[in-house]
């Protein structure tokens, strides 16, 4: 449906570029459009002529944080932070949380408001960022040269990088400080391998990319709460004996992640991270 042929009763008027409504069908959404508010009332009808972006937000309390942070800024700030919403979703298929909307938008506001103010942060973990979620990164750049486009705002790399993890806390479904994690949880896991089997992983290899995909999801499924059941208990015995050193290093892994994700790893976790280890370490020897 074309955004001029839906009718939106306004509810609340935000400021006047911002109204809350109610679609046709009784749902709350936040629309955005220069002058929608202007002079906007309670009850009207919200001007289709001046309607540029309808946000339906399922969660009522994300919606409400949204409209408060909304309220509080420059518009061209949540026209930018949509844009590289809508970029991720159609471009790179992302599916996303849509929690973005309120952390993506208030990290961009205040970085620009900390630019302008002459104040940088330095992203302590911006390799760990670039090497293992190069995607996330992406959106990080693409982000960060939009801005520069519209407003003539120079972000530095570090701040591509602090966009990056906002994307894994809305593709992964954790909190923000979890996914501020994950870059170092990946290293110290690979670490773990390389230095238990005294192997060298080529990082540009399709199965070293696997392996960190592998363990990427297994970190999602650690914070989402959602391990695998221990369901295959004689093939995790039969790996035990067939591949000791593997299931060792993996062993290893699921303590290291006990002791600093406070998780405790499933038999079956353990049971297929060995043999993702078994297979990255067979191909190395192999190349």
Not at 75 to 86: C, F, R, V, W
Not at 136 to 163: H, K, M, Q, W
Not at 231 to 249: G, T, V
Request: glycine share 4%; aromatic share 8%; proline share 2%.
């Amino acid at each position: 449906m074309s955004l001029g042929k839906v009718i939106m009763i306004i509810q609340k008027v935000i400021n006047n570029n911002i109204v809350s409504a109610r679609d046709e069908t009784g749902r709350e959404v936040v629309v955005m459009g220069r002058g929608l508010g202007f002079r906007a009332k309670a009850g009207m009808v919200v001007d289709p002529s001046r309607t540029e972006k309808i946000f339906r937000i399922e969660s009522s309390g994300v919606a409400r944080k949204f409209q408060e942070l909304l309220a509080r800024m420059p518009l061209e700030h949540a026209e930018i932070s949509n844009d590289i919403i809508t970029y991720a979703e159609s471009t790179l298929n992302l599916k996303l949380n849509q929690g973005i909307y309120v952390t993506l938008t208030d990290h961009i506001n205040f970085a620009i408001e900390r630019w302008q103010k002459g104040i940088s942060l330095e992203n302590a973990l911006l390799w760990e960022i670039k090497r293992f979620y190069a995607q996330e990164y992406e959106l990080g750049e693409y982000a960060v040269r939009l801005i520069s486009e519209r407003l003539n705002i120079f972000l530095p790399e570090d701040e591509a990088g602090f966009i990056a993890l906002h994307f894994v806390n809305a593709e992964y479904g954790t909190d923000i400080r979890d996914a501020v994690r994950f870059p170092n949880l990946v290293r110290d896991i690979l670490d773990i391998v390389v230095s238990e089997l005294k192997i060298e992983l080529d990082e540009k290899s399709l199965h070293y990319e696997r392996f960190v995909t592998h363990i990427k999801f297994l970190l999602q499924r650690i914070y989402r709460k959602e391990l695998l059941p221990n369901e295959e208990e004689e093939l995790a015995r039969m790996m035990q004996e067939k591949y000791p050193k593997e299931y060792a290093c993996s062993r290893k892994i699921a303590a290291y992640i006990e002791d600093t994700a406070d998780c405790r790893l499933s038999g079956e976790e353990v049971m297929y991270l060995a043999i993702h280890i078994r297979r990255v370490t067979m191909a190395e020897k192999e190349e």
